[in-house]
């Protein structure tokens, strides 16, 4: 148990070894910090990365998970996306903010993919107005964006280290969103299928492991709902001028339970035992739960 003087609100392990495991937070001060839990007095890395609270975090490149440079991205409140190489003291290798003129948003949730090989990299943001945008890092530029018309909690590839293949992006109202990544039409972008998971926020989504087509959603209704992807027949066909564009397939829900009368706010798998997970819930509690027939589905 470690106590620091600033609130932390978020933390991963992603742009760090297995044996290091270093681990990045980013606080209430808009810090981050990358900590060395052996010796955690002083942040082996620290950098005021930004002027307000940062609410998301990622990493990447580290645990054996995705190719390329180990990197952090942090999102905040005075709606600036950065990715950091911790390797490189005091500036992002990117900065992601709104345009001159262009009102800036909350953001809410970040996320790498497409780190398949040393040069690819995206980053995925939500954001409070609904807004989700696609940064690609080898071109420096915004990919894609579209709005899903509610504030964004949650978004997740299902691997961070293959080509683009699904990302979930959950809402403030129940809803989340599937989108196939796989084909990008030049004006319509990507095909998705909705679905009203339950009449409370989706506060996070998180892919099993061992098997991407399955996710688990968590509610502010204190519930866990398991979900299936189905793929179509087809997943890309052509448009009326020839340009391929995808199809979306269907979700189906496996099993849900309710656990508290308080959100749960955060989740993880085990990478290890399939079927091994835990979450956090706002009445104080960390349950660890196990998830049984996963090989049958």
């Not at 002083?42 to 609410?55: A, D, M, R, T, W």
């Not at 943001?125 to 080898?138: T, V």
């Not at 009368?261 to 835990?278: A, E, F, N, R, Y």
Request: hydrophobic share 35%; charged share 25%.
């Amino acid at each position: 148990k470690i106590e620091k003087a600033k609130p932390l609100k978020c933390g991963t392990f992603g742009a760090t070894s297995l044996q290091q495991r270093y681990f990045a937070t980013g606080d209430f001060g808009g810090n981050l910090n990358i900590w060395n839990l052996e010796a955690p007095e002083i942040p082996v890395y620290s950098v005021k990365g930004h002027k307000e609270i940062i609410n998301s975090i990622d990493g990447v490149g580290g645990l054996g998970i995705g190719e390329g440079a180990p990197e952090i991205v942090t999102g905040s409140r005075d709606g600036t996306v950065k990715v950091w190489d911790p390797r490189q003291k005091d500036t992002p290798v990117a900065n992601m903010e709104p345009v001159q003129g262009e009102s800036k948003r909350d953001c809410w949730t970040v996320a790498f993919g497409n780190a398949y090989n040393q040069e690819e990299r995206v980053v995925c943001a939500g954001y409070d107005n609904g807004d989700i945008k696609l940064f690609d890092l080898k071109t420096m530029s915004l990919r894609w964006e579209t709005n899903i018309k509610n504030g964004v909690c949650s978004v997740e590839f299902d691997r961070k280290d293959v080509n683009m293949n699904k990302l979930v992006a959950t809402s403030l109202e129940g809803k989340f969103h599937v989108f196939d990544m796989r084909t990008q039409h030049p004006t319509k972008g990507f095909a998705s299928v909705s679905e009203k998971a339950q009449k409370s926020t989706i506060w996070q989504v998180r892919h099993l492991p061992q098997n991407r087509d399955i996710f688990m959603t968590s509610g502010g209704a204190g519930s866990l709902n398991l979900w299936k992807y189905e793929y179509p027949a087809q997943r890309s066909k052509k448009d009326s001028e020839g340009a391929e564009m995808g199809v979306a397939g269907s979700v189906s829900l496996l099993q849900n339970v309710t656990l508290s009368t308080q959100p749960i706010s955060s989740l993880d798998w085990s990478p290890d035992k399939k079927g091994l997970c835990v979450c956090g819930a706002f009445d104080q509690t960390v349950r660890v739960l196990i998830v049984t027939k996963l090989n049958k589905v």
